[in-house]
């Protein structure tokens, strides 16, 4: 932790929290597991019991960027190159999460014969999730590869592997997917799905013009206001002043709450206004989710989703600092009553640096 001076009353937590990520990673592949154990329950008792020991490319952004943003550009580069080790081969295999050494199967079974944690079953072990499409993902690896690009330099290796993705995507951001919160329900089209696939041309973009890559600008300039055009029309609902979290539905979702975080809209655009307000009163006291196919657990208070209501407080410029000593109240509070599953979880571990460093 020389190689950063955290802030108090951050500083503990976050060197905690850092020190947490480097025990989640496998010193022979640099791949960064999103929890060491499976099958701790969400719910002492419910049935959100997954198994967690994977690579999820979409945590490979915020891991990369807590590490870069505290001086740990050797164990950022080593997560790149996983990453680009384990999404190597044709765009349409690409999985949303990997086994420690880019293993691609991982199929999910049932335990039976294990009573799990406080007799919380099942006890799973893989993750069926591992199947799904989740559109988001092309966007998550796309930012990570810029933000590395950036800290790091970027090589022929990479653009490469960019211009393929982006290649697959102009045709595959029209489709429905299963989302961010791997939802096991029909595909939608996800508001954050498209957004993200939104800041997949954009990044491509962005590498062309900041850093001399060769690749067609001009269509990928024309692709990016065409995701922006669909997702403003679309994915903004004007009964509920807001952004949701699919095409034609009037349910909020947290998701949404990552828009003015990757560039797609400012914090401070009156559309965006609306939904920070309605998701800080409806949704900070439950899931990070909710609709039709929703899991039927209790609800609970989400750290993620607070990290990032804090997040976007802060870069509300005209919301009131009392909001902000609020939530950040609130995090706090909800941190030290975490759910036994949400203990592990890698993204709250990456939250807290980024809250820190906000």
């Given amino acids: 932790m020389r190689r950063y001076d955290v802030p108090e ?28 154990t499976t099958s701790l329950p969400e719910q002492l008792g419910g049935s959100r019991n997954w198994d967690y020991r994977y690579c999820w490319l979409r945590d ?26 384990a999404v190597a081969g044709e765009p349409r295999k690409i999985r949303i999460m990997y086994g420690i050494a880019g293993e691609r199967w991982l199929p999910e079974l049932d335990v039976p014969w294990l009573a799990g944690y406080e007799n919380s079953a099942p006890v799973r072990i893989g993750n069926a999730a591992h199947q799904q499409f989740q559109l988001d993902v092309f966007g998550e ?26 290649e697959y995507l102009e045709g595959a951001w029209r489709q429905p997917d299963d989302g961010i919160w791997e939802v096991r329900g029909p595909r939608r089209h ?7 696939a939104w800041v997949a041309a954009d990044r491509a973009v962005r ?6 890559c060769e690749g067609p600008v001009e269509r990928w300039k024309a692709l990016r206001e065409e995701i922006r055009a669909d997702v403003l029309k679309n994915g903004y609902n004007e009964k509920r002043k807001a952004f949701v979290q699919s095409y034609g539905s009037e349910h909020l979702d947290a998701s949404v709450l990552m828009m003015p975080m990757v560039g797609f809209i400012q914090a401070s655009d009156p559309r965006m206004a609306s939904p920070i307000a ?48 609020n ?32």
């Avoid at 109240?329 to 203990?343: C, H, N, P």
């Fill in 60 to 85: 490979s952004t915020f891991t990369l960027w807590a590490l870069y943003i505290t001086g740990h550009k050797e164990e950022a580069a080593a997560w790149r190159e996983w990453l680009l080790r």
């Fill in 190 to 196: 996800f508001t954050h799905s498209k957004t993200m």
């Fill in 141 to 166: 690896v796309m930012d990570t590869l810029y933000a590395a690009h950036k800290q790091l330099g970027g090589d022929g290796e990479t653009w490469n592997l960019q211009q393929v993705l982006m």
């Fill in 9 to 36: 009353p951050w500083h503990e937590a976050v060197v905690r929290s850092l020190i947490t990520l480097k025990a989640l990673t496998y010193r022979y592949t640099g791949g960064i597991v999103a929890a060491p």
């Fill in 278 to 325: 309605a998701i800080e009163r409806e949704l900070l006291a439950i899931n990070r989710q909710y609709g039709p196919f929703a899991l039927p657990d209790p609800k609970h208070l989400g750290p993620v989703l607070i990290a990032w209501a804090v997040a976007l407080v802060v870069m509300v410029a005209f919301l009131e600092r009392n909001r902000l000593a």
């Fill in 327 to 358: 939530l950040t109240g609130v995090y706090k509070s909800a941190v030290s009553a975490l759910q036994i599953a949400d203990i592990e979880r890698l993204s709250i571990t990456i939250d807290l640096c980024v809250i820190a460093r906000n």
């Fill in 207 to 212: 590498c062309i013009e900041r850093f001399g």
